[in-house]
């Protein structure tokens, strides 16, 4: 149990640092899903001293189920994730999928320029990428975001969450190079249990953090 995103991203630098005490330096960019995984990835960027930006990836839901996640998307059709089970399973049309995709990826772009207030995104190539966010149930928002940095020819992916089911991690675990995971509970329903504190983030919080 965390007390809240800010100590949770405290507890990841202590791993983190265990970690990357093996691995040869290399330059390194903090990049967090926005909303609440800015404020995990705060604590990580300022304890590294590296730079912090943001990922936006958009869940994709099934037609009136909006609690039921199929997928995600990111800036680019790179990024794109299905759980072609469950749209095979009910049915999901591809016009569905693609109205879908169009949607999100309007808020993405809508979001990028609220989020960065005219900063540009920080280049990634050739560079370590320490992907964060607050928690991963599914985990499609993060394999999306994962897909999206890959595209951006980095040198080395980490993803760093404090917590996501055994079944989230071992799909992560074949998206990046390193998954860095504090806790794998059993019984996972939704991640804002593992936290005391799990207030919403608002936008104005996350540009603020981003323009210090």
């Not at 093996?22 to 926005?34: Q, R």
């Not at 404020?39 to 189920?65: R, T, Y």
Request: charge should be negative; glycine fraction near 6%.
């Amino acid at each position: 149990m965390f007390i809240d995103r800010a100590q949770a991203g405290q507890a990841l630098v202590k791993k983190l640092i265990q970690e990357l005490i093996d691995h040869p330096p290399l330059e390194t960019v903090v990049l967090a899903i926005p909303r609440g995984g800015v404020v995990v990835g705060n604590q990580i960027a300022k304890a590294l001293q590296q730079p912090l930006d943001i990922i936006v990836s958009k869940k994709i839901v099934a037609p009136n189920q909006k609690e039921l996640a199929i997928g995600a998307v990111g800036q680019t059709q790179g990024s794109l994730y299905f759980n072609n089970k469950i749209i095979d399973d009910l049915k999901i049309s591809k016009d569905y999928l693609d109205q879908e995709i169009e949607l999100k990826q309007a808020e993405i772009s809508r979001r990028e320029i609220l989020y960065r207030a005219g900063k540009s995104e920080i280049t990634l190539n050739g560079k370590r990428v320490i992907l964060v966010d607050d928690g991963a149930a599914t985990g499609a928002t993060m394999i999306s975001a994962a897909r999206e940095v890959w595209n951006r020819q980095p040198e080395q992916v980490i993803i760093a969450i404090p917590v996501c089911s055994k079944q989230t991690l071992a799909i992560l675990e074949t998206e990046v190079d390193i998954v860095i995971v504090l806790e794998t509970p059993d019984d996972f329903y939704a991640v804002g249990q593992f936290y005391q504190s799990f207030e919403q983030v608002e936008d104005e919080q996350v540009i603020k953090i981003l323009k210090n």
